[in-house]
């Protein structure tokens, strides 16, 4: 009990700081190859301690809805994040979902931020919401065809199993391609649900072509910084499903202070590496227009389903 | 038990006799109706739960003197549950009508209204306690001509009047086929009684099976709204008084959820070939996603719940038909896993949208209006209505921790559990149906973001909205009752699962309670521990344990600074609600990309100035959604029938002699036939 006490706090403290260096190394990434020196990558934690120290200005329009989110979006974000193995394979949260659960959190966060978009009246709101909600329904199915393609390998959708399970075989998978396809799918879905060129741009400054930020617009000071926050989260959970789901090799499969160890620095190179991925394919592709994203979203449900077939065809 | 009958009955009766027999004022009238149908349906929970808690079911009968007809009732755990579910919901609605009915007073008679909802509830609880088929159809004619009646409460309108008769065509229509599929019963076993149902004396040949399980899939699906043949729904649901719209919504088509499973797992004992459940699966991924699909079109708040009711039926059919693949295999436990998630999901959306239909009628009652776009800033205004139909939003959406999300999470895990099927085709089509249902598990989430940002949240956007009040309180007690079952079913499985197991038990031949509660009943662990696990009570523990930990983090960061408070900003003018986003506008995304589903039509006109074609004097915005099933396979019927009725004519001349003419050659027939 006091173990899983600790676990938890330590998976909770590791989500919480290496979610701003996630988001420094890929601004850092793109700095570099558009040729600028760019800021520190840990820049994030001084924006975010600066925030919470600003006086918050709030809309006279809005409802309790609009200071309630930012907590509930921060919450859902972090309770999901207990779901995903971060340093250590077995997570003591393992039984309270599995990978629906997991959707269904983050479809949480992003039911109250789309209210949120709503509850100013500004028009900038209202049209971030209205396109969270379209690339939104269009990735869930996705997500969920390829982790099911993933899981009936390892006879199991709880995330923490799976990667257990993988990480003991010490990643040897007789037959990658599902494997493949499914990592395929989850890569593209991973960009649209956290926001990423080329779905969306988190360093756009042009309301019109603006998702995420555009539902944020109004909020500022705390309730901004934890926003904020939760959008280095989202990333975080999503790097680290994706890293350990794949590649769980060095993930800590014992109890042991040595393992962890090394399963932390391990966690730590694998999330940045594919950060910097994320910075690198920022800087290759152009945003795409919005009715082209579901072209993209389309790609990624076929690949995920052909995960699917390519394993009973396998098996059979 | 047998007392609480008699309760429930007297209290049914005087809730029809009192407001009819002592006319006075419309709070007096309304009272009389409202406090013996709250002590019936309490009496109906109560008798819910004592006959779902119970080893054996209780009969009774009575004899009639009408040939092949007997009053036998027969509480099993089947019945029971739906009494239950049928009575908490009732309950809500009692109290609700308590506050409502005023909002009618003068436009209908409050008396009749109340007599003829005591009469409705009661012929529902006899459609599920009825063990004899005659018995059961005179109960489902008379839930369906009561509920009629009620739908065209307002009938001074034409568009009541139309929905009114719509839907009472539409209604008659599955009776007739439900009239066959017992016939054909009666063919084989002589009797109505569906004990003889259950075991006829010579079983029913391959053919006639069939024949029977499409019979009823039509007769019950029109009822239950299944896509194609759910267009009545949106048209009779809206129409109706609010809380009678939240109990024909809510429980009155799962009364033909009841039907389905009552034949199709008790009469024919669960042995059905595979393309039974697989007819019923396919059915229900088609209206789940169709349902929301053209939910999220709408803007009138009522209808929008109306279509979500098709949704969510086909959520619950997705669980069935899993359940019946899986029987028609063998697999027992997975059998009664998809029932379970079918029969779970279907209390869970009677709660949840009873809520959202009484919240609507709130939002009624205070603005007058349904149309969404006239809504706005409603939850500074009623405070407690929006908290409610929050809570309601959030249960139908699926999120954790609520209630929705528990019976959804339970349909997922039946339909990947399919990779037991032994063929590939089954195997690729039930993760197809889960993604699927994913897709409508977002669209939902979508649409019930629409309805509440649009109607609770930013600034009102017209008159109604801005002088509207919050609702009386027997209202917002109704709201609340049902708000708290939609929390407590969420975060505490480990009750609802023992209960609802003992409604899948005698259905499916084994009970799986053990096999889906893990670690003491605080985690959900279907039939395979590894294979999944959920454990809303701790998501719920550990959402609040976080929570607090953001609070405190933003307090350890930042210190508690006060927020100023200040208009939002509009980039230098002032914003007024018509800029604000419309739900048109927040839906158009989705209309775009949908569009071979919606088939659009975009109208737009504009009126330039004479000087210049620079300014427009007036624009015109049209944009209507193809209703396909009424174009392509309604009007056609309608046409058919209508040119066959015209052809007929000529026989039908209006001139009593040849009608005796005809009678005396149908006469001089049939003595032939006879010899």
Redesign the interface.
């Known amino acids: 009990m006091l173990h899983s006490l600790i676990l938890m706090v330590a998976q909770?403290t590791v989500l919480l700081a290496i979610s701003p260096f996630l988001v420094g190394v890929i601004r850092k990434v793109k700095a570099r190859l558009q040729l600028r020196r760019g800021a520190s990558v840990l820049q994030p934690y001084a924006d975010?301690?600066k925030?919470?120290?600003?006086?918050?200005?709030?809309?006279?329009?809005?409802?309790?809805?609009f200071?309630a989110t930012?907590?509930?979006v921060?919450?859902?974000l972090?309770?999901a994040g207990?779901l995903v193995p971060t340093f250590t394979s077995q997570t003591p949260?393992?039984?309270?979902?599995?990978i629906?659960?997991l959707?269904?959190?983050l479809?949480?966060g992003?039911?109250f931020l789309?209210?949120a978009?709503?509850?100013?009246?500004?028009?900038f709101?209202?049209?971030g919401?209205?396109?969270e909600?379209?690339v939104?329904?269009?990735t869930?199915?996705?997500?969920?065809?390829s982790i099911?393609a993933i899981?009936?390998t390892n006879?199991?959708?709880?995330v923490s199993?799976i990667v257990h399970k993988t990480a003991l075989l010490e990643g040897i998978v007789t037959d990658p391609s599902p494997h493949l396809m499914a990592l395929a799918a989850l890569f593209i879905v991973a960009l649209a649900e956290t926001g990423r060129v080329p779905v969306d741009n988190p360093a756009t400054h042009l309301e019109l072509t603006m998702i995420h930020e555009a539902m944020v617009l109004?909020y500022s000071?705390?309730y901004l910084?934890?926003l904020e926050w939760s959008a280095g989260l989202k990333l975080a959970v999503f790097l680290s499903l994706i890293a350990n789901v794949f590649a769980p090799w060095g993930i800590a499969t014992t109890m042991t202070p040595a393992a962890m160890a090394i399963g932390l620095l391990v966690y730590v190179a694998k999330t940045a590496a594919l950060a910097v991925l994320i910075g690198v394919i920022e800087c290759m592709f152009a945003k795409l227009r919005?009715?082209r994203v579901?072209d993209l979203l389309g790609v990624a449900?076929i690949l995920a389903?052909l995960g699917?077939?390519f394993f009973?065809i396998l098996r059979? | 038990m047998l007392n609480l009958l008699w309760i429930l009955l007297a209290g049914y009766g005087a809730g029809i006799l009192l407001p009819l027999c002592l006319p006075r004022r419309p709070e007096a009238q309304s009272l009389t109706a409202g406090v013996p149908a709250i002590v019936a349906t309490s009496a109906g929970v109560v008798l819910g739960l004592l006959g779902l808690t119970s080893s054996e079911p209780v009969t009774g009968s009575l004899a009639s003197t009408i040939p092949l007809l007997t009053l036998a009732i027969r509480l099993d755990s089947v019945a029971a549950f739906f009494l239950f579910t049928i009575s908490v919901v009732g309950l809500a609605a009692s109290i609700y009508a308590i506050g409502y009915l005023r909002h009618l007073a003068g436009r209908a008679s409050i008396a009749t209204l109340g007599a003829l909802f005591n009469a409705y509830l009661l012929a529902m609880t006899f459609v599920v306690l009825a063990d004899n088929g005659v018995f059961f159809l005179l109960a489902w004619e008379l839930m369906s001509l009561l509920s009629y009646f009620l739908v065209v409460t307002e009938h001074e309108k034409m568009e009541v009047r139309y929905a009114g008769l719509f839907y009472l065509i539409m209604t008659h229509i599955g009776t007739a086929f439900i009239v066959m599929a017992f016939l054909i019963f009666f063919q084989s076993t002589g009797s109505f009684s569906f004990e003889t149902f259950r075991q006829p004396g010579q079983p029913l040949t391959e053919g006639m099976r069939n024949l029977v399980f499409l019979l009823v899939l039509i007769g019950f699906g029109t009822k239950a709204g299944i896509v194609p043949l759910h267009v009545w729904l949106p048209y009779a649901h809206p129409v109706a008084p609010s809380h009678v719209s939240a109990v024909m919504s809510g429980v009155m088509i799962k009364t033909a959820i009841y039907g389905l499973i009552r034949v199709y797992f008790d009469f024919f004992d669960g042995q059905f070939p595979w393309w039974w459940g697989f007819t019923v699966l396919f059915l229900g991924t088609i209206s789940a996603l169709l349902g929301v699909m053209y939910a999220l079109m709408e803007h009138d708040l009522k209808r929008l719940l109306a279509f979500h009711s098709v949704e969510n039926i086909g959520i619950i059919l997705l669980g069935i038909g899993a359940g019946m693949i899986f029987q028609s295999y063998g697999l027992k436990e997975l059998a009664a896993l998809g029932l379970l998630a079918g029969i779970y999901h279907t209390i869970n959306h009677a709660l949840f949208k009873a809520l959202l239909f009484l919240g609507a009628g709130s939002l009624l009652y205070a603005t007058h209006t349904r149309n969404m776009e006239e809504y706005g800033?409603l939850?500074?205004r009623m405070p407690w209505t929006?908290f409610f139909f929050l809570i309601g939003a959030?249960s139908i959406?699926?999120?954790?921790p609520t209630n929705g999300?528990v019976s959804e999470?339970l349909v997922?895990?039946s339909l990947?559990l399919s990779?037991q099927i032994p063929t590939?085709f089954l195997?690729?089509m039930l993760?197809?149906a889960?993604?699927?249902l994913?897709?409508t598990?977002?669209?939902a989430?979508?649409c019930?973001?629409?309805a509440?940002?649009?109607a609770?949240?930013?600034?009102p956007r017209s008159a109604h909205a801005r002088h509207a009040q919050e609702v009386p309180v027997p209202m917002r007690i109704a709201m609340g009752f049902l708000a708290a079952f939609c929390v407590a079913l969420g975060i505490a499985p480990m009750v609802v699962v023992p209960l609802v197991d003992r409604v899948v038990a005698p259905l499916a031949g084994l009970s799986i309670e053990r096999k889906v509660l893990?670690?003491d009943g605080w985690?959900l662990?279907p039939v395979?521990v590894?294979?999944?696990?959920?454990?809303t009570p701790?998501?719920a523990l550990?959402?609040a344990a976080?929570?607090m930990?953001?609070?405190g983090?933003?307090v350890a960061?930042?210190?508690r600074?006060?927020?100023?408070?200040?208009?939002?900003?509009?980039c230098g003018i002032n914003?007024t609600?018509q800029?604000?986003?419309t739900a048109t506008?927040?839906?158009?995304?989705?209309k775009?990309?949908f569009s071979t589903i919606y088939q659009p039509t975009v109208k737009l006109e504009t009126e330039f100035l004479d000087e210049s074609r620079y300014f427009a004097k007036r624009r015109r915005f049209e944009f209507h959604i193809e209703p396909i099933f009424e174009k392509y396979l309604y009007d056609p019927l309608v046409a058919f029938f209508a040119t066959l009725a015209g052809r007929l004519k000529v026989i039908q001349a209006g001139s009593l002699h040849l009608y005796l003419t005809y009678i005396f050659i149908t006469l001089i027939a049939l003595l032939l036939l006879a010899v």
């Open positions: 909770t975010l301690a925030l919470f120290q600003k006086q918050p200005v709030i809309s006279t329009a809005t409802s309790w809805i200071t930012p907590y509930i921060f919450t859902s972090l309770t207990l949260m393992n039984f309270a979902g599995n629906i659960a959707v269904y959190l479809a949480l992003t039911f789309i209210l978009g709503l509850d100013a009246g500004s028009a709101g209202g049209m919401s209205s396109r909600a379209i939104a329904s269009l869930e199915p996705a997500m969920i065809l099911f899981a009936l006879g199991s959708t709880n199993t109004e000071g705390r910084a934890l919005l009715f579901t449900f389903l699917l077939l009973y059979s | 800033g939850l500074r929006g959030v959406s699926a999120l954790p999300f999470w997922f895990q990947f990779f590939v195997k690729l993760p197809i889960a993604a699927i994913a897709l598990g977002v669209l989430l979508a019930f973001a629409k509440f940002g649009i609770f949240l930013a600034q893990a670690l985690a662990a395979n590894e294979f999944s696990s959920l454990s701790m998501l550990l959402l976080l929570a930990l953001g609070l983090l933003a960061l930042g210190g600074l006060k927020a100023r408070h200040y208009k939002t900003w509009g914003l609600p800029m604000e986003y506008g927040f839906v158009q995304p989705i775009r990309v």
